[in-house]
């Protein structure tokens, strides 16, 4: 048993997103008396004919889905991205800048049946999940100069169907998030000659001190610079680019790594665990053409729980309006896993 | 009766946060199946033995509330911030950076009352508030760099006591979003002579297309560059640098705003309605002897619901890992506002 007696505050920089983050060490120990989330349903049923996932049903635009046995990828039916959006006409002001935004929005079943998640699939269904991802990047990516592939897991995550799914919606653009990101990879390959986020797996794996879960050629850490509780930062250990890049080892590996962390999150709190999750890997498009040594592959894991299975960490008004802020330390968060992980989902 | 017929995808640029928004006309007809909130509580006592905000109770630390009748201020129990943090050690590693936090964290009652808001309080009652909080800038200010001021209302914004009240956190650093605010404003002014902000203003009260409530004053819009649906920017037509620098006159101008404001909030899902709010200023401790002329006042309102009193927007996925997106535009938004606010609260 350990018991924190740490008070520290400091505020820690986010390497992808040159920001920062204020840690407290010691604000889990205010009692909470707000809002309680509902825990996730238990009892989905393998096929439901009402469920526009499932293999065989119909969807909102009425096409049928076939009676697919694997992944399944199909057009979003409400495209906040579509490759046609006209220009918004070419205001010069500076007050009020906007630009079309076009691209298209996927949605990939991961598995015919909806009872099923990532960690409860076999590895060689995950193996399946990666192929396409790979493939996704790789074929959207010769036009798009951005790919993203991200899952909503769990109705607090503002996932509505319970089927295993994500999504992939590419843009004429590079968002913020991955534009940033870019940014702060090039900057610290100018100056120290090699990918920032290389040499930062590196020296977490020697520390030891936030490491998740490892192989050879995998590594899951809690970033140093972690905004939600159990964010997790996950990393091939060569330089791997983009999705596309993996060899069929590094998928197989990326398959039980994957199933491995997300076994552990489901253990933490005895529950599914929601998050949302998300693949940056080097831009694409215009950008295939171009040096993206600085880029390592990694994806993000954003769960938003902190206490159970039912309190989440609220990110509002000061993180919303001056910084974001945790209320124990990503090493405490490591030491609370220790203690509770095991490999098996019970 | 308005149908929208635009299918617009563009992205906008937020001037404040100098990133883009992806704006997408027509996800408002997608149907919604997941998650439901749980209306907020609808009888709140006016007193209750048992809540720490109320006057003469005992709060967490065991001090006992004094009989207040007006605001009262006091330090939080459980601070992010303090103001004698130790350094976190010089870690020269420039992908492990960390610095000491130190500040102060106080709570404000704005009401010796439970059960009302700041719109349904006295005007008179909600000028204290004001007054409280230009005091409190100026006296926490001529230490700390910034002094965030800011409100979360609701359980749904991580608000775990229905007692009207906000926060006040200073701090030895400048946060990550004024810092960035504070760039994009003066980057403006270097460029075109004017504040940006006391521009921006001008042209929305010209354009008229995203202007809610407006007085000799004051002005809010739904900002250009909106993430949240019904989020809104509040601020006087007159340069002003800090809350502290506002007149008698212009107090009892924001408190008159202010509640008409809220009150359309309460209006259009006929609910008292959820939101986290902040006041950004020009900076101040060191910074008081700058140069801060391209600052201007404000406020963000930040609402978090989308379709109704139950169904929120969730800034999940795409918006974690990519950009933020919305649903309809902030002009969809003002034409609903137009058809459903009345002055009066039902
Ligand atoms: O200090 P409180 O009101 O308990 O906490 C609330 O506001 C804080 C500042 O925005 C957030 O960090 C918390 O997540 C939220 O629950
Ligand atoms: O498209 P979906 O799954 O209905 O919608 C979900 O993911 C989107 C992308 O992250 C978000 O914009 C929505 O708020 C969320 O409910």
Redesign the interface.
Known sequence: MCVCVI???????S?VLD??V???A??M???????VE?PPEEHIPRYDPNNPLCPGNKR?NGEGNPDYDSTFVFEN??????PD??D?GSEQ??????????GVCKVMCFHPWSDVTLPLMKKEEVVKVIDKWAELVEELGTIYP?V?I???KG???????PHPHC?V?A?N?L????ALSDRCQRA?YQ??GEP?LL??AK?EAEKKERVVVESSDWLAVVP?WATWPYQTLLLPRRHVLRMSDLTTEEREGLAAIMKRLLTKYDNLFEVSFPY???W?GAPTGPYLKEDNSHWQLHA?Y?PPLLRSATVKK?M???E??????R?LTPEQVIHLCTCIYTEQRT
Chains 1, 2 share one sequence.
Request: charged share 15%; aromatic share 18%.
């Open positions: 008070t520290l505050s400091c505020y820690i920089l390497l920001s920062w204020l840690v407290s010691h604000r120990k205010r009692p909470w008396a707000g809002q509902r909102a039916d409400f495209p906040a991205l579509q959006a006209p918004p002001d500076p007050l009020f800048q906007s630009k079309a935004a076009r951005w993203q991200f899952e909503n109705a607090m995550m503002g996932c509505s169907n999504q919606w843009s653009f968002p913020n998030e991955p610290y100056k120290h920032m040499q930062y020296r140093y949302s999750m998300g940056h993000h954003y609220f509002v008004g000061y919303m309006l001056a910084q974001e802020q209320d």
